[in-house]
């Protein structure tokens, strides 16, 4: 029993009629222990309120990711003291109903190797209070983890997702692989023709086995859990804002596990490849880094596109 315990004992003794004396040599405190009062209360009242707010904000956080948040704001501390403090506060979150896990030696088809490698897009539903639907498209970049984009709308047919990805092809470059389950929208004839005319790859992933989309199923149970289950959206175009701006702070803001807690934006910068002053466009990319490809290269000057014999001036 800790001490603290102890002089608890102490106090329920004298209340229940024993003497300091008698109450200390039953449970084995010294005398002069009963006056001391512990400054650790005191020293961490201010963290404590800190963490409850942060944790009233972002209430689907857990200890380790609010201890980066303290961090941020000038409380940096270990795990074993934000743990201590989070029980001590009673902030536990709920835990979620524990899933069947997969083997993790089974391996995954097309794994990234840098930033824009492999992009994986999907679909997630949900509704307004006013009843109107929501079809929000979802697109990760696998590597970085960032939220490239999430359109929102009522229905999102094949033309709409290609004009989705050919603005963040424009944006960032094509990547080498899309990654997706076997869904209509995801096989249409006129999507996987803009895909091959990028000379964009394909993965697939096998019917029933979305573990194999990892990354883009783990973003879009945050994207639920941490936005859509925690808002109330009026109208369609509410929710297009909010979500936006969720998307935002997941690559400003929020720390990722898997990224050691750094956000998915500051490590695509670290992970950026560092080019020479003197290179430009792939021979600025590090020897075994993949090097983002553009939608379309346009002709040099001077040249034709179709035979490229050089025209006279």
């Known amino acids: ?60 956080y857990g200890y380790r990711r609010i201890r980066i948040f303290l961090g941020r704001d000038g409380h940096p501390m270990s795990p ?10 009673k902030l536990q979150v709920p835990r979620k109903r524990a899933r069947k ?4 030696s ?5 794994a990234p190797i840098a930033a824009n ?22 697109v990760t970049d696998e590597f970085t983890k960032e939220g490239l984009a999430i359109e929102v709308d009522a229905r999102l047919r094949s033309p709409r997702v290609i004009e989705v990805l050919s603005r963040l092809v424009s944006e960032r470059g094509a990547p080498k692989f899309l990654r997706s389950d076997n869904g209509p929208e995801f096989v249409s004839r006129a999507l996987l023709s ?14 029933g086995k979305p573990w194999q989309n990892g990354v883009g199923e783990s973003f879009n ?26 998307r935002q702070h997941y690559n400003d803001v929020r720390p990722h596990s898997s990224l050691g807690y750094r956000t998915p934006a500051a490590f695509a910068v670290e992970a950026a ?14 020897s075994g880094a993949y090097a983002p490809r553009p939608a379309a290269s346009p002709p040099r000057p001077g040249h034709t596109e179709q035979t490229g014999a050089v025209v006279s001036s």
Request: charged residues 30%; proline residues 5%; positive net charge.
């Open 101 to 104: 896990r997969v083997a993790s």
């Open 106 to 110: 089974r391996p995954r088809p097309q």
């Open 117 to 138: 490698h492999v992009w994986s897009y999907d679909f997630v539903f949900d509704r307004c209070a006013n009843g109107q639907h929501l079809k929000c498209l979802t």
């Open 221 to 246: 149970g945050k994207f639920r859990d941490e936005c859509l289950s925690l808002e109330w959206f009026r109208s369609r175009a509410e929710a297009k804002v909010v979500i936006e701006s969720w």
């Open 80 to 89: 074993g003291r934000a743990w201590r403090l989070w029980r001590l506060a």
């Open 273 to 286: 490849p560092a080019a020479p002053r003197d290179a430009a466009g792939r021979d600025a990319a590090v």
């Open 194 to 207: 803009w895909i091959t005319a990028q000379g964009i790859d394909t993965a697939l992933i096998e019917p």
């Open 1 to 60: 029993m800790s001490v603290p315990a102890r002089r608890n004992q102490v106090a329920y003794g004298r209340e229940r009629g024993l003497s300091a004396r008698r109450a200390c040599t039953l449970f084995t405190v010294a005398r002069s222990a009963l006056a001391y009062r512990s400054r650790k209360a005191a020293k961490d009242a201010e963290v404590v309120e800190r963490m409850k707010a942060l944790s009233a904000q972002y209430p689907r």
